[in-house]
């Protein structure tokens, strides 16, 4: 692809979504414009460009919109491939990879909805739930992908990593809906390792600075 | 790049268009593969569930002793497996690959569930629910061939491309919608391009040749709504 001149980011403070984008963009050292949009209020432009979902995040580059978190992580990947890549070389390492991924959309994703569309027992029987899918992705990832700390995809993170620090506040969210810690360090000390180096890399520390959205949250200390 | 001794297998079930998906790529790529049919449904095969534990599910691409799992994502590991062979499922230019993924996960996580929805509606309001919404996406996806295509016979261009495979491979699951209940979702006179697209798609040689007919389907589905029925009426 030939060189990328304009980069723009539509999205929420508090999707999850568009926080993966962020640290993807940033990851890969890319410059890139930032639209917080009102999604009780959308805007013209966010219809306009995402009219199938009407959803953020969108990412705009050079006027040509990609909506969809995980399409839009590997289509970034993909654009800006010689720095940080996000996924391994090898095919089958990279299904591996592209596996968890979707595990990751196709369960916790709805558990979370579970979660916050419940309530009394039934909302404490998904936060099980939830932890049980948390529970299966740890030992995927112990099995398939674990070289070493401290992220999933080894010295540097990768896109299992980009996915899982994105959904941090959301998971400190849910779990506060619940009354539980969806993440403890005991059983799942693949993720919460991932979490911690995560918000200690450098371009991410310095993210709120230059788009006054909240702190990454603190690391998931037991 | 594959040896000859790199061995392929496909755990698969006749009826599954996310199976037939498998088949096209390595057909295209020329792959020989060993055909497994499993049990899915009522008692899941040993096989199924030691190379499949997570989802259980086909089809399931076992290469050089080891599983991959999720159709899409077997489409892909083809494609990069077999890279030099034949023209490539996904595009190369990662705009037009981000089109491509984000049309097929349309099909897969919209289009294709509110389509099977007609066939399980409990009542008529259910049932034209469910097929507003497949017309709904049937519009958004002749738009999309029009723009992916640029006047060439697939989504892929000149060659059958991924978006092709995936939304093609539920072209057998329409004609039994079409079969049951009765309706025809891609009409020609409302979505010309995808109905001229579709008899294009289905007259390819390895697409005809896996294809099932439309009549089993409709027996498939009745037993498998049987065993759901039975399911859920149990215990």
């Known amino acids: 692809m030939e060189e990328v001149k304009e980069v723009k980011l539509h999205g929420y403070v508090k999707s999850g979504y568009s926080t993966m984008v962020h640290y993807a963009l940033r990851l890969k050292g890319v410059c890139y414009e930032y639209v917080e949009e009102d999604l009780k209020n959308k805007s013209e432009e966010l219809l306009s460009l995402n009219p199938v979902y009407k959803k953020v995040p969108v990412l705009v580059v050079d006027g040509r919109p990609i909506a969809e978190s995980l399409i839009i992580l590997e289509f970034v990947d993909e654009v800006w491939k010689d720095n940080n890549p996000f996924l391994p070389q090898d095919p089958y390492e990279r299904a591996k990879v592209r596996f968890w991924a979707q595990f990751f959309y196709q369960k916790l994703v709805p558990g979370g909805y579970a979660i916050r569309n419940s309530e009394g027992e039934a909302r404490k029987k998904a936060a099980e739930e939830f932890v049980d899918s948390l529970i299966i992705l740890e030992e995927g990832l112990r099995k398939d992908l674990y070289t070493g700390v401290p992220f999933i995809h080894g010295e540097r993170p990768g896109l299992l990593d980009v996915i899982l620090s994105g959904s941090h506040s959301t998971f400190n969210y849910l779990g506060g809906l619940a009354g539980v810690k969806l993440l403890e360090k005991e059983r799942m000390p693949i993720l919460c390792s991932s979490l911690d180096a995560f918000v200690e890399l450098d371009a991410i520390k310095s993210m709120a600075q230059d788009f006054k959205i909240p702190k990454p949250p603190a690391p998931s200390a037991a | ?235």
């Not at chain 2, 698969?12 to 996310?18: G, H, L, M, V």
């Not at chain 2, 034209?128 to 006047?151: C, D, I, P, W």
């Open chain 2, 1 to 235: 790049m594959a040896g000859s001794g790199d061995k392929v297998t496909l755990l698969a079930e006749w009826p599954s268009p996310y199976v037939h998906r498998a088949q096209i790529a390595l057909e295209l790529k020329g792959v020989s593969y060993e055909y497994l049919e499993q049990e899915v449904w009522v008692n899941k095969s040993e096989l199924l569930l030691k190379y499949n534990p997570v989802h259980k599910k086909v089809p399931v691409l076992i290469h050089k002793g080891r599983p991959i799992c999720e159709s899409t994502i077997i489409l892909q590991y083809i494609d990069e497996v077999w890279a030099g062979i034949g023209p490539s499922i996904l595009p190369s230019d990662p705009y037009e690959r981000a089109v491509a993924r984000f049309w097929a996960s349309y099909v897969d996580e919209k289009w294709f569930p509110s389509s099977t929805k007609i066939m399980k509606a409990k009542t008529e309001e259910e049932k034209a629910e469910a097929v507003e919404q497949s017309l709904t996406g049937l519009n958004l996806l002749e738009e999309a061939y029009e723009k992916s295509s640029k006047g060439k016979p697939f989504f892929g261009g000149d060659n059958v491309g991924y978006l092709d495979i995936v939304f093609g491979s539920a072209l057998c699951w329409e004609k039994t919608i079409e079969k049951i209940s009765g309706i025809k979702l891609i009409d020609e006179t409302k979505f010309p391009l995808l109905a001229a697209w579709a008899q294009r798609f289905s007259a390819i040689t390895i697409v005809k040749e896996l294809t099932p007919e439309t009549n089993k389907l409709v027996e498939f589905w009745k037993e498998l709504q049987a065993i759901r029925n039975a399911n859920t009426s149990g215990n």
